[in-house]
Structures are given as structure tokens and as C-alpha cells.
């Protein structure tokens, strides 16, 4: 009975996808804020009555802090983090390391920690049961369509596409780095310490953070 | 099947439920207060560090955003940043519910159309208000005059409700008082006026005011006046103008010298053509030492102020003018103390701009396409206000410079939307509630 009930379709992982890439999308304009802020309802749901609340919710979201050589592995993330973020760095003609850090480091890495809860825990979760590939990929995909979609009426085409291959790109790699390290602790803090690295010398939060 | 049948070690939810009593109940209850109170540390210790970090600015260097509430349209004066109500319905009709922001600096002075729904000769609907926080303001006609957050603020001398309000006022609302509107036909009863609080108060004449302003003035010290003199002869030797700080003439200047410790010149409201005065002379102007606030009008026909001329002011903190189209802004560089600029002119070249260390808020009107990447190197730049069509038409440039400028609020007048921040806030919201729905199952079935 339980590997037809653990391959069911994932519905609320489709639904929570989509709901994002409604939020992300309805950021865009003032006008739209309310369909944004239905839809982010609508995906906190999905994760509070689907993820949170279910029984196999630590397994489901990865969190594990148990698993072997656990502090090599959480160095290696954060190296892949720092790597990843000296690569965008070097893209955007920045210096290579930020020159001091503000309290926005603290924000930036909690957000990036919750995108990662969300597609590499309950994403991933949800869809570990079709397999590992495509757990990776569906995951990386839904992360990659929230990017475009948070960006998608204010950047151009060619910046849309590099923020589309990178976002998912590194999706994957986060992806491989929770099924192969065993936990979603270590994509995040690598996600964490891309994002501090990257915007944790920003004195205020970029316009798309809050919008208000 | 029985709960015996279960393994030992076997998940946590396909165990019998346990009823917990005393302290094992309490501990129960740690995996939701432990990790609350640690995010709550966490946040604290944030906005610990970023209070720290970041103190409140002060002075001329703060720019708030305004909210008001119950104006057909309000105008910053030092940034000429204007808004209007959103009209309602294809009659035009107006509410007044809806609020307008406008971005501010301490002490600017707003002008406020305020309507109560009378005919526009009621004398009513123009005052003017000075900020000096960040507050929002819910304004009111009221018969005598105006009120802005129940507080009476403004008098109408030209009604005799506003006579009588101002004979049985206290001490403690003459006080409070900001606009004294007078009457340019009648001579006003000076014995009124006594006990005002004069250097908070903006006195408004309407008409032509040179007698009536000579009676006051003769009388009592005026901070600031709003009016409408041709001939300053009769006004401008008056003891009480000698306290003057903020003038809004409409029409002629006064000669130069005789109004030097000016600090606002607000000259000419858009539309206001009729004048003696010339907007090249500016003799006036290069009198006025104390000069920091200049909002210089529109030459007829020409479009153009001569810049270099009104450059030659270096105290200048606050400017807004109108240029040809493709006027060279390169004057604008002699101004190193330049916070506020407006620009009414089409596609400026905002090169120059780069040396302005101190430029805070910058709002440039043009519907025309705009080269922003000048301002990316504008580092001290707080808010930049764009037309809607700029918005619309320039989204990757604005995006860029955003990017460039992240402490720069971009100001199209798109309103409020969410960001991606926002998810911090649903992920949190999602694991409490998420909680709280299991343990209120498992309450059930333990009920059960």
C-alpha cells in the first residue's frame, strides 16, 4: 500500500509552484498586489496544512542535522556558496568579496533559506518519490520560473535569460547537494552564504525585497 | 489493529497518544516557544544592530514621505513634486478619501487644495501647511478656516466665521495656528491678531495685497508670506518684513536688497504669466545671501532660466527650474550644497549630476526618454521621482539603476506592491500554523 500512496501526484507541490510564480509575478505592479498576496496565502497554506502539519514533515523538508561528517559538509556548502557568489561577482564587474557586511546580511540569508526550505525541502520532498532526477530537476525548474517571474517586467530579455540559466543552474547543484549530502541543511547554507556575500554589503534591502 | 501491533521505534505520529502531565507537559510545549523566542532574539538583536548602525537623520539631509488625506491635490514647494487625487467616475468627481504622498524634507511647506464642496469663490481651497515630521495629515475645511488633524490650523480673515473664531479663540489655538489668511479689500482688525504665534505662522494675501500687507507688517513680525504686489514701495520698507524667510510672491519681486534674509523663494505659480518682473533679472535674487530653497518659474515662451546666473548662489540646498531642452547642467556643479533638485525640462543630460555629493532627492518631471546611467555614481541620491511614462517605457534602465542604487527609493507613483521578502513572512506564518494544526490533531485524537 505505501509506494502507491508515496508516488501519488504531487498536486500541492504543482499548486505551491504555481503560487509562486503568481507571487513572484503579481510583484511586479501595485495593482496586482492583491492577487500577489492571495497566491502567497495560497502557497503558505499549501506548506503549512502539507508540510508543516503532516507527520513526515522532518523527512519531507530534509532538515536533518544527524548525518555523517556533517561539519566537512556544511564547510563544503558554504565554499560552494562563496564560489558561486565570487562567479556573480566577477559577472557583474563587482569586487570579489563585499567590503563589510550590514544588517541586510541577516535578511538576505534568511530569504534565501526560505526559498530553499521551500524547493529543496518541500518540492524536493514532495517529488523524491518519482525518482532523485526528477525531484532535482522540478525543483530547480520552480525555483528558476519565481526568479523569472519576480523579475520578468523589469529586466530585459538577455538579463532574464542569465538569471534563468544561472537560477537553475545553481538549483540544480543544490538540488545534487541534498540528495547526495543527505540533508536540506546544506543547500541552504549554501544558498545563505551566496546571498550574504552577495547582498550583505547593501546598506537597505533592493527594491525587490519589500516594495514598500 | 491494535497499538500494540506497532513497532517500537516507529514513527512518532502511528504512536497511541500520550496524555502529558506537569512538566513533561511543559516540555512538550519547548519546540514551539524554544525556536519563537530564538527568532524573536534574532530579530531584536537585527534591529538592535541596524538602530545602531543607522541613526535618524537629521536636518536637511532627512526626506520623509508625507500621507495626506482629504486634498484634491498637494504640492511639495521646494521639488514642485505634485499630485492629485485619482479621479472617480466619468464625472470627474473627486474623493477625498484616498491619500496623496508626497516626498519631503523638515520644513518644507506644502500647499494644500482643500475643498469642502462649496464653490471654488468660498475661499477655501488653497492653504498652505509646513511639515516638520514624517506624520500623516488629514486635512479639513472647515467654515472659518482649516483643519489638519483636528487641529485648527488655518484662519480665513476673509469670512466673518473666521473673525469670529479667531475673537473666541485660547491662547493654546492661537498657538497652534499656521495660515492666517487676511482680506485684501478690508483692513484687517490688528487687535485680531495679537498673541499669534508670528514666526510658525504663513500669512496669505490674496488680491492685491500691498495695503493690507503694509498694515500688518507695520505691526507684527511676518516669517512668511504668500501674495501678490506689483508695486513693493508701500510693503517692502516695513519693519515687520524685515523678519521675512519665506516669500511666495505672485507677480513682481521685491527691489533687490530690500528682503535679503529670504531663505524660500518660491516664485510665480505655474500658469501665472502677468508680470513686470523678468525671469532673467535676477537682481533680486542675487540679493538674497541667505538663499536656500528657489523654485525659479518658467520664462515665457523661452522655457529657459539662465543657470549659470542662478548657479552663483553656492548655499543653495533646494532648487527646481525650468530649462530648454538640452540645456547644459554643468552650472549645477558650483552648487556643492544642492539636496533637492527639479528639473522641468526634457531628456536632460544628467552627467553633471555625478558631482553633486549631497543630492538627496532628484524628480524629473519629463515624459521624454531619459540617460540614467549617470545617476548610478550618485551614491548620496535617497529618492527619484520619474513619470509614469519613464517608468513604464524605461523598466530595465530603472532596474539597473536600482540595482546600482539600492538605498534609492524610484518613486513612479505605482503605489505599494509586495516584494520577495515577503516570503519570510509566509514560511513563518506557515510553520506556526502548521504546528499548531498538528498538535490540535493529535490533541483530537488523544481526545478521541
Known sequence: MNAPQARRIPWDAGALVLSMIVFGFGTQRAEWRWASCASLAVAGWIVARWGVAVPEAPALFGLRLRCGRFLPKLLLSLAVGAVLAIAFHAYRGWDWLPRGLTWFAVIAALIGAAEELIYRGYVYGRMRAWGALCAVATAAAGHTLYKCALFALASSLAELLFLAGATFLAGLLFGLMRERLGSTVFPLAAHAAFDVLVYGAWAGAPWWVWRM | ?448
Not at chain 2, 507695520?218 to 520698507?237: E, F, Q, R, T, V
Not at chain 2, 521624454?368 to 548610478?376: D, G
Not at chain 2, 538605498?407 to 515577503?422: F, H, R
Request: charged share 25%; glycine share 8%; net charge positive.
Open chain 2, 1 to 448: 489493529m491494535s497499538t500494540q501491533a506497532l513497532p517500537e521505534n516507529g514513527h512518532p505520529a502511528e504512536r497511541p497518544p500520550q496524555r502529558l502531565t506537569g512538566r513533561a507537559r511543559k516540555l512538550g510545549r519547548m519546540p514551539i516557544w524554544g525556536p519563537l523566542i530564538l527568532a524573536l532574539l534574532v530579530v531584536g538583536v537585527g534591529v538592535a544592530v541596524w538602530l545602531f548602525t543607522h541613526p535618524p537623520a537629521t536636518g536637511e539631509d532627512r526626506i520623509f514621505e508625507v500621507a495626506i488625506q482629504g486634498c484634491e491635490e498637494a504640492c511639495n514647494y521646494n521639488s514642485m513634486q505634485l499630485k492629485k487625487q485619482p479621479s472617480q467616475g466619468e464625472q470627474g468627481d473627486k474623493s477625498a478619501d484616498s491619500k496623496i504622498r508626497l516626498w519631503c524634507r523638515p520644513g518644507d511647506l506644502l500647499r494644500l487644495s482643500v475643498t469642502d464642496g462649496l464653490t471654488e469663490g468660498s475661499g477655501s481651497r488653497e492653504w498652505v501647511y509646513r511639515v516638520k515630521q514624517g506624520t500623516s495629515l488629514r486635512c479639513r475645511a472647515v467654515e472659518h478656516g482649516l483643519c489638519v488633524n483636528d487641529c485648527v490650523v488655518g484662519v480665513n480673515l476673509r469670512k466673518d466665521a473666521g473673525k469670529e473664531w479667531l475673537g473666541k479663540a485660547t491662547a493654546q489655538e492661537r498657538a497652534a495656528l499656521r495660515v492666517l489668511r487676511l482680506d485684501d479689500k478690508e483692513a484687517p482688525d490688528l487687535e485680531l491678531l495679537k498673541d499669534l504665534n508670528w514666526p510658525e505662522l504663513l500669512v496669505s494675501i490674496e488680491g492685491r495685497s500691498d495695503k493690507a500687507l503694509a498694515l500688518v507688517a507695520a505691526k507684527y513680525p511676518i516669517h512668511a508670506l504668500m501674495c501678490k504686489i506689483d508695486n513693493w514701495d508701500s510693503a517692502g520698507g516695513s519693519p515687520g518684513l524685515k523678519s521675512l524667510r519665506w516669500l511666495f510672491p505672485v507677480g513682481n519681486l521685491p527691489p533687490a536688497g530690500a528682503l535679503d534674509n529670504i531663505e524660500t523663494l518660491f516664485w510665480g505659480f505655474l500658469g501665472e504669466r502677468k508680470t513686470k518682473s523678468k525671469a532673467e533679472d535676477l537682481a533680486a535674487v542675487r540679493g538674497m545671501t541667505r538663499l536656500v530653497n528657489l523654485h525659479y518659474p518658467p520664462v515665457e515662451e523661452e522655457g529657459n532660466a539662465n543657470l549659470a546666473a542662478l548657479a552663483a548662489r553656492p548655499g543653495l540646498v533646494s532648487l527646481s527650474v525650468f530649462l530648454k531642452t538640452g540645456s547644459d547642467l554643468s552650472p549645477l556643479t558650483q552648487l556643492p550644497e544642492l539636496r533637492a533638485l527639479c528639473l522641468f525640462t526634457d531628456s536632460p543630460n544628467l552627467e553633471p549630476l555625478r558631482q553633486l555629493k549631497k543630492l538627496r532627492l532628484l524628480s524629473l518631471p519629463s515624459k521624454e526618454k531619459t540617460n540614467l546611467r549617470p545617476l548610478e555614481n550618485c551614491k548620496s541620491l535617497r529618492v527619484l521621482l520619474v513619470s509614469e511614462k519613464v517608468a513604464e517605457e524605461q523598466k530595465a534602465d530603472l532596474a539597473r539603476l536600482q540595482q546600482a542604487l539600492p538605498d534609492t527609493v524610484i518613486d513612479t507613483g505605482a503605489g505599494i506592491c509586495l516584494g520577495s521578502g515577503w516570503v519570510l513572512l509566509m514560511l513563518g506564518l506557515s510553520i506556526l500554523a502548521g504546528r499548531w494544526y498538528r498538535r490540535r490533531c493529535q490533541g483530537g485524537r488523544a481526545g478521541a
